[in-house]
């Protein structure tokens, strides 16, 4: 698929109707929800430290704490994961392509990000995360697409020192919706997501 053809198929995706339903639940259920006035957004300056602490593992290898996102309703809902020590791309990645935990999915949390083939790698330079998107994201059609970059962006900018993230497909460089459903071929970052931001509790 070429990069012009891979742009119109993003942006007709970007405003065509209907959310992808459903999502692969594994089968651990030990993740807690975060907070969302605990987990910055798009308001602050400052990019948001991923992890809080870091522990061993049963098996004696190190892991921290990390913020992904999922989605609940039409926002974005923050939750933490234990991800290898110390936090990297592809840790995080990692952690989000799993998608919610069953106590997660009874509380209605869900994720854009399904089926197979979506991410294939993570790369990080100068504060721009790339990330390779896969066949299988040009699946994800409607509104859950831009969730699903939203819950990419929102992830990733996270790590320390990464304010930005920049996509490819199948390392071609492509344009992606933002929020508000204009496609962009430069690298974005939260504030471009802002619509979908987590709503505070309180």
Do not use: H, W
Request: proline share 7%; hydrophobic share 45%; aromatic share 2%.
């Amino acid at each position: 698929m070429s990069a012009r053809r891979v742009v119109a198929a993003l942006a007709l995706a970007a405003v065509a109707a209907g959310t992808a339903a459903g999502c692969g639940i594994p089968p651990e259920d030990g993740a807690t929800l975060a907070r969302a006035e605990d987990v910055p957004f798009d308001l602050l300056a400052e990019i948001p430290e991923t992890t809080s602490s870091t522990i061993a593992s049963p098996t004696g290898a190190s892991t921290s704490r990390a913020t992904i996102f999922l989605v609940q309703g039409e926002r974005l809902a923050p939750v933490e994961r234990d991800v290898p020590a110390p936090p990297s791309g592809e840790g995080v990645i990692e952690a989000l392509e799993r998608g919610p935990t069953r106590s997660e999915a009874a509380l209605g949390l869900r994720s854009a990000l399904v089926g197979d083939d979506v991410m294939r790698s993570i790369g990080l330079s100068g504060g721009i995360a790339n990330v390779d998107l896969g066949k299988g994201f040009t699946d994800i059609v409607g509104r859950d697409q831009i969730m699903a970059l939203a819950q990419i962006v929102s992830t990733v900018t996270g790590l320390p020192g990464v304010g930005r993230v920049s996509f490819t497909l199948e390392g071609v460089p492509v344009g992606v919706p933002r929020g508000d459903g204009a496609v962009t071929t430069e690298s974005v970052s939260r504030d471009d997501y802002a619509l979908l931001a987590p709503v505070p509790l309180g």
